[in-house]
Nanobody, 129 residues
C-alpha cells in the first residue's frame, strides 16, 4: 500500500534552516508528481512546492521562492524540502503528497490539493523570533 512518511521537522530560530524529508513506498515513485503543502493553526492549507517525476520544479509559492528548494531522489524514493532563511510565518505542519494520476496520464503537475490523493502524516516546523 502507498505510504508517505515525513521526517526532519523541528524548532529553529528566525533565519535558520531545516530540511524535511518524505519517504515514499508502495508505488512507482518516479512516475508521479509530488508536492509539499503546509497548514498553520487557523489557516487554510497552502501549497508550498511541486516537483515533476524527473525532478523538474513545477511550482513554488511566492512566499517561499528563493528560500525553499524542493528536490527528489528517485533512487531512494524520497522527497525533500530544504528551507532556508526561515521566518515565524513559515511555522506550520508540513505534509508531502502524491498526485492522484501518473504523470503520463495528465502530462503536467498541478498544485491544487484535490489533485493529490495520498498524504503523509505531517511534520511540525516551528520558527521562533
Amino acid at each position: 500500500r502507498v505510504q508517505l512518511v515525513e521526517s526532519g521537522g523541528g524548532s529553529v530560530q528566525t533565519g535558520g534552516s531545516l530540511r524535511i524529508s518524505c519517504a515514499a513506498s508502495g508505488y512507482t515513485y518516479s512516475s508521479y508528481c509530488m508536492a509539499w503543502f503546509r497548514q498553520a493553526p487557523g489557516k487554510e492549507r497552502e501549497e508550498v512546492a511541486v516537483i515533476g517525476p524527473g525532478g523538474r520544479v513545477e511550482y513554488y509559492a511566492d512566499s517561499v521562492e528563493d528560500r525553499f528548494t524542493i528536490s527528489r531522489d528517485n533512487a531512494k524514493n524520497t522527497l525533500y524540502l530544504q528551507m532556508n532563511s526561515l521566518k515565524p510565518e513559515d511555522s506550520a505542519v508540513y505534509s508531502c503528497a502524491r498526485d492522484r494520476l501518473q504523470f503520463w496520464q495528465r502530462g503536467r503537475c498541478l498544485r491544487s490539493a484535490p489533485e493529490y490523493n495520498y498524504w503523509g502524516q505531517g511534520t511540525q516546523v516551528t520558527v521562533s523570533s
